[in-house]
Antibody, heavy 115, light 108 residues
Framework: EVLLVESGGGLVQPGGSLRLSCAAS????????MNWVRQAPGKGLEWVSY????????YYADSVKGRFTISRDNAKNSLYLQMNSLRAEDTAVYYC????????WGQGTLVTVSS | QSVLTQPPSASGTPGQRVTISCSGS????????VHWYQQLPGRAPKLLIY???QRPAGVPDRFAGSKSGTSASLAISGLRSEDEADYYC?????????FGGGTKLTVL
């Protein structure tokens, strides 16, 4: 059974940083691309970033380009999102999702950017 | 403003058939697969339809997807109260995934 568990969310001040993690199990992690998707309170889904299995191809949404960095550690079956220069509009539940079809999702971790 | 356009709301009575549309462009729906997600209240999204019209294991055949040109549709037949949820379409674009704004389905 595929299981994705996000962690690392919390309250951070504007301009601050946070690192999210996603622990994966139930599949051969290194062979699948992964995504981060976020959902602001009461709003729709917004794709954030994508990384292929080898980590050599990465894409970002324009809204986070230059501030967020996606990475993965295939030896630890883990996906990460380093978030810098955080803004109020980055407040959202952040989900990790497996493969190009976003076939499986974690339960999400809440990031709140506020002073 | 989402790149993919969905109606904000839809409704139906139990047993009815409802459809939700998703309109895009040649750079997303027109040249890539469309996927649909169901998000029950307070829950994470779940893949409902992938590659335009394929159902993951466990998804009832009451749910059907289709695509034509730069538009796609999700049809739900035999509507049930547990289908009340938000539904999102998605497709890859040049360098990322684009979502529709979501459609809130109400079962009357």
């Amino acid at each position: 059974e595929v299981l994705l568990v996000e962690s690392g969310g919390g309250l951070v001040q504007p301009g601050g940083s946070l690192r999210l993690s996603c622990a994966a199990s139930g599949f051969i992690f290194s062979t699948y691309s992964m995504n981060w998707v976020r959902q602001a309170p009461g709003k729709g889904l917004e794709w954030v970033s994508y990384i292929i299995g080898s980590g050599t191809t990465i894409y970002y949404a324009d809204s986070v380009k230059g501030r967020f960095t996606i990475s993965r550690d295939n030896a630890k079956n883990s996906l990460y999102l380093q978030m810098n220069s955080l803004r109020a509009e980055d407040t959202a539940v952040y989900y990790c999702a497996k493969d190009q079809q976003l076939g499986h999702w974690g339960q999400g971790t809440l990031v709140t950017v506020s002073s | 403003q989402s790149v993919l356009t969905q109606p904000p709301s839809a409704s139906g009575t139990p047993g009815q058939r409802v459809t939700i549309s998703c309109s895009g462009s040649s750079s997303n729906i027109g040249s890539n697969y469309v996927h649909w997600y169901q998000q029950l209240p307070g829950r994470a999204p779940k893949l409902l339809i992938y590659r335009n019209n394929q159902r993951p294991a466990g998804v009832p055949d009451r749910f059907a997807g289709s695509k034509s040109g730069t538009s796609a549709s999700l049809a739900i037949s035999g509507l049930r109260s547990e289908d009340e949820a938000d539904y999102y379409c998605a497709a890859w674009d040049e360098s990322g995934v684009k979502f529709g704004g979501g459609t809130k389905l109400t079962v009357l």
